[in-house]
Each structure stands twice: as structure tokens, then as C-alpha cells.
Nanobody, 122 residues
Framework: QVQLVESGGGSEQAGGSLRLSCAAS????????MGWFRQAPGQERAFVAVISGSGATTYYSDSVKGRFTISRDNAKNTVDLQMSSLQPEDAAVYYC???????????????WGQGTQVSVSS
């Protein structure tokens, strides 16, 4: 059973930065593509970013491209989301997710964390 635990959420002013981290256990981490999703009140959960098992390939939603960076450390079993130039519309609960495949376009999102809250004030 894979466990994902997020940390690093909090409150920030618009234009500021936050870094989220997700620690994984229970499966060979490098065999898993990892991603971040977010869900704002009254909205559906939305894709933010994904990174392949090796870390060589990443993909972002248009709304965060150029502002957010996803990275991973396979030695530490962690995946991070560096968020910069935060905007009020970035406020949401952010979820870490994992696939049983290492490629970003393969498989389904089988594993989810509990989420961490990000608030952005204008």
C-alpha cells in the first residue's frame, strides 16, 4: 500500500512563493510518475503538474506553467512543488498523487495524499 503525505501548505500574499512537499512510502518510488492536483471550494479537482519516474519529463497545466516547478528526489522518496508568483486563484487544497507507471501519460492516478491547504491573499 502506497502512502503519500503532503506538507508545506500555508498562507502567502499574492506574488509570494510556497513550496509543497510529498513524502511517499510503500512502493519503489522511481517506478511511479507523481503529480500534483488542486481543488478550490466549489470546484472539481484539477491537474497541476506531473513528473515521470526518472524526473526527466514534466508537464504543467497552462494556468501554472512558468510559475510552478515540480521536482523529485528518488533517493528521499519525495516530490516537491515550488510555487512562485502566487495569485489568489491558486488558493486551494493541493493533493499529491501517484501512478503505478513511470511515464507521465501511462496508467491512472492510483494513490492520493490527504491534501494540504494553500491560501493566497491579494
Amino acid at each position: 500500500q502506497v502512502q503519500l503525505v503532503e506538507s508545506g501548505g500555508g498562507s502567502e500574499q499574492a506574488g509570494g512563493s510556497l513550496r509543497l512537499s510529498c513524502a511517499a512510502s510503500g512502493r519503489a518510488f522511481s517506478s511511479m510518475a507523481m503529480g500534483w492536483f488542486r481543488q478550490a471550494p466549489g470546484q472539481e479537482r484539477a491537474f497541476v503538474a506531473v513528473i515521470s519516474g526518472s524526473g526527466a519529463t514534466t508537464y504543467y497545466s497552462d494556468s501554472v506553467k512558468g510559475r510552478f516547478t515540480i521536482s523529485r528526489d528518488n533517493a528521499k522518496n519525495t516530490v516537491d512543488l515550488q510555487m512562485s508568483s502566487l495569485q489568489p486563484e491558486d488558493a486551494a487544497v493541493y493533493y499529491c498523487a501517484g501512478k503505478s507507471k513511470s511515464q507521465i501519460l501511462a496508467g491512472t492516478w492510483d494513490y492520493w495524499g490527504q491534501g494540504t491547504q494553500v491560501s493566497v491573499s491579494s
